[in-house]
């Protein structure tokens, strides 16, 4: 491989691979490390949003994500104790009047089939950033470590773009510093088999014991019980017996269908919502969640994910083209994209604190039911609710286009 390229991405995950396949698209050189040797990870954010499907038709890959694996899903149930809140997906401007389920690894095998199509990109496998690499103030590359045989590379680029998680070793690296906001909650995640008679749409069950997101797999639910933050050890102590009781008590339809689950049949989510106050440095950026990790909360992530790398993409492609990337062309993605995460992290701390009650052990006697919150007891009653909500999850808020340096592939 070469010792240098005009933009490295640390972290082959959906703005990695996205933005990876924009830079390649306009003729930027770009090599994605990507420090796993598969995609093949389980309970992984999956819900891909009508913006993010527009995007992928003005990419000309509307018709492949089609032939993937997925269901469609118009409609979404909030379930509280009094009664029920319907998102309404099918008034969406576009052509998308849905939200895809999509395995995120096939999703993601998608996007490094298209990208490698051109000569501009490549994806390592097994390759875990370690260090970023610094010339006269400025980041200039990034030390990375393969996996397999152990030895350490390094790796000269105009840009350093971390896309590499919550977890961001980049972030890391640079001492970015960042906000906080916590969350009462983490999450447990199992599958559980479906019936034929099972609802056939995706479900979220907020109630005075607790909150459960019901995900329609077709052939199985997946399934997320919120637990206390910090609980997870505790609720699958006894083979998850606390796993069991909780799903039993929220949907009592599948109790004898978890009768037999254990605990390695689960897998436990930290839910984090923060981030960073500045997002770049000189010959650096982070987007995605190694910017600003969001709650699992309306399954966001993957779309400002993406709409991060669109606008990354858009904002350096001028700058990579002449071999020298301003740093006010990092601060503009910062500016353009910190708007719809501040608001849509906002959504998401409300809804757990107004949504969602911390579950409790069983006992005799229950507490008070959770009923409706106020404002969407009065707002059900206007028509558009259901259709404005559907359009905060389906669109989201500042949506990106393939404009400017994007609008066509190079020459």
């Known amino acids: 491989m070469n010792t240098s390229t005009q933009c490295v991405v640390a972290g082959g995950g959906p703005a990695g691979m996205a933005l990876g396949l924009l830079l390649a698209r306009a003729g930027i050189d770009v090599v994605v490390l990507e420090k796993h040797a598969d995609f093949l ?7 891909v949003h009508a913006s993010t499907l527009t995007l992928l038709d003005e990419l000309g890959m509307g018709e492949r994500f089609a032939a993937l694996p997925h269901r469609t899903e118009q409609h979404i149930d909030m379930i509280f104790d009094d009664g029920t809140v319907t998102q309404d997906l099918t008034r969406l401007p576009g052509r998308h009047q849905h939200i895809a389920l999509v395995p995120q690894w096939d999703f ?15 994806v390592v496998m097994n390759a875990e950033v370690v260090d970023l690499i610094r010339t006269g103030g400025r980041v200039s590359g990034v030390i990375y470590r393969n996996r397999t ?11 350093v773009v971390g896309c590499d998680g919550r977890n961001s070793r980049v972030r890391e690296a640079l001492g970015l510093p960042r906000i906080s906001f916590g969350s009462p909650f983490d999450a447990l995640f199992t599958r559980v088999p479906r019936t034929p008679d099972d609802p056939d749409r995706t479900l979220l069950r907020f109630s005075s ?18 637990i206390g933050k910090g609980e997870g050890r505790r609720a699958l102590r006894d083979d998850a017996a606390f796993l069991r009781s909780g799903i039993s008590a929220l949907e009592p339809r599948f109790a004898a269908r978890i009768s037999s689950l254990t605990a390695a049949d689960v897998a436990q989510l930290e839910i984090r919502i923060d981030r960073l106050r500045r997002w770049w440095t000189p010959g650096a950026l982070c987007i995605g969640d190694a910017a600003h990790a969001m709650s699992p909360i309306a399954g966001v992530g993957i779309n400002l994910a993406v709409q991060d790398a669109v606008a990354t993409a858009r904002s350096v492609v001028p700058g990579l083209r002449r071999g020298f990337v301003p740093d006010r062309a990092l601060a503009a993605v910062q500016r ?7 608001l849509t992290q906002g959504l998401q701390r ?15 006697t229950q507490p008070p039911a959770l009923r409706i919150p106020q404002p969407l ?4 009653h206007l028509p558009a609710l259901p259709h404005l909500m559907g359009r905060m999850v389906g669109i989201g808020l500042r949506p990106e286009h393939l404009t400017g340096p994007l609008a066509r592939p190079a020459a």
């Open 108 to 122: 993601l095998s998608m996007l490094v089939e298209v990208g490698t199509q051109s000569p501009h990109l490549q």
């Open 149 to 159: 045989t152990g030895r350490e590379h390094d790796l000269r680029a105009d840009l």
């Open 377 to 380: 007891r009065t707002l059900r």
């Open 350 to 364: 409300a809804a757990e604190r107004r949504f969602v009650a911390t579950p409790v052990e069983p006992r005799d």
């Open 336 to 342: 353009r994209r910190m708007l719809p995460t501040v």
């Open 41 to 47: 990870r389980d309970f992984r954010g999956d819900t």
């Open 209 to 226: 014991i607790g909150g459960l997101v019901m995900i329609n797999r077709t052939d199985y639910w997946q399934i997320a019980l919120l």
